[in-house]
């Protein structure tokens, strides 16, 4: 195993073929409206990254059903996940949340899926969540929009919060044991390879479940989409993704599920690295395969890994340390 891949989760978690169907209900989100800020992220286009949804337009349940007669069909799929994808999908009344996340859990729906922004994830809505898991038997899945752990690209891009935040509300969603997926851009153009090894440490120290990694791509309309029109930005190539991938997961605790490898850019896009998901996958694994790296290789840093690493190195060949004692 090169990387821990969603499906085959899924499949041992739920016994059989689980499918993600996209939800569009909430509108809006806290850097938008003016609770955070005015204008949302500078990358982040006109439908909250809810391009891909073609029903999102229609009352949830319908959403579901919808979604759910095409995923039998097309992938022979059984049971299901409501995913509310766009915008920020913890982000209103309490009422409003509890009937919405209620109104998309239909026969065979195993899980709610919800992506949200880390500070909009509050003690009240995670024990909403936990209640409607408990009284409808549904997992709950918690998506944090992290995308870098360099503040200064945080600020740079108008993120609205800080890695502080991610990290308070990937705690209290451990606290009540929902599984907590973090979303990561990992090309920004001013963040390093280190930046992406240490969102890498950072994940696993925080012991999230899952992972989308994300690469940029730019649309007509957006702060960043014309920044790049202006020559203003420089966005790296796919080998620089590629390499930044590699990195990141070899860094990866390997029990985290990559449930995203790459973006999947929209029609319209004026910039994206040119990479489709099967050509990602198969560019990623040819280098980790060539650098003899797979996910977690390099995960080594934890429970004192300095202090671990010293006693080992005062070991001789034959597993027998310093002070005469045999290793394990």
Same mark, same amino acid.
Do not use: C, H
């Given at each position: 195993m090169i990387y821990r891949e969603l499906a085959p989760y899924l499949k041992e978690k739920y016994g059989t073929r689980v499918q993600r169907i996209s939800i569009s209900h909430f509108r809006t989100c806290p850097n938008r409206d003016g609770t955070v800020g005015f204008g949302g992220c500078t990358f982040c286009e006109e439908t909250g990254s809810g391009f891909a949804n073609r029903f999102r337009n229609l009352e949830v349940k319908t959403q579901m059903t919808e979604g759910m007669k095409i995923a039998r069909g097309k992938y022979k799929a059984t049971k299901f996940m409501a995913y509310f994808q766009s915008f920020t999908n913890t982000y209103g009344p309490i009422e409003e949340l509890e009937r919405v996340y209620n109104e998309a859990i239909i026969d065979d729906v195993?899980? %709610?899926?919800?992506?949200? #922004?880390?500070?909009? $994830?509050? /003690?009240e809505i995670a024990q909403l969540l936990k209640e409607i898991s408990f009284r409808r038997k549904v997992d709950i899945f918690v998506e944090f929009g992290l995308e870098s752990v360099n503040e200064n690209t945080l600020v740079a891009i108008n993120r609205g919060h800080s890695v502080g935040e991610f990290i308070d509300s990937v705690l209290r969603a451990n606290k009540y044991e929902f599984e907590t997926v973090a979303h990561v851009i990992l090309d920004f153009p001013s963040d390093t390879i280190n930046d992406e090894i240490a969102c890498a440490k950072i994940l696993s120290a925080l012991k999230v479940n899952g992972v989308k990694m994300h690469s940029l791509y730019l649309i007509a309309g957006t702060k960043m989409g014309q920044d790049y029109i202006e020559g203003k930005i420089k966005p790296l190539d796919s080998k620089s993704y590629i390499d930044r991938a590699v990195a990141f997961l070899s860094h990866l605790d390997p029990q985290i599920v990559i449930h995203r490898i790459i973006s999947t850019p929209p029609e319209n896009a004026i910039y994206s690295i040119g990479l489709s998901s &099967?050509? &990602? +996958?198969?560019?990623?694994?040819? /280098?980790?395969? +060539?650098?003899? +790296?797979?996910? @977690? =290789?390099? $995960?080594?840093? %934890?429970? @004192? @890994? =300095?202090? #671990?690493?010293?006693?080992? /190195? #005062? =070991?001789?060949?034959? @597993?027998i340390r310093s002070d005469g004692q045999r290793i394990g």
């Open positions: 195993v899980a %709610l899926d919800i992506s949200t #922004r880390p500070d909009a $994830f509050s /003690e &099967a050509q &990602a +996958k198969n560019s990623i694994e040819a /280098e980790m395969i +060539k650098n003899s +790296k797979f996910q @977690g =290789s390099d $995960f080594n840093y %934890l429970d @004192g @890994g =300095s202090w #671990r690493k010293k006693f080992f /190195e #005062r =070991s001789n060949s034959n @597993g």
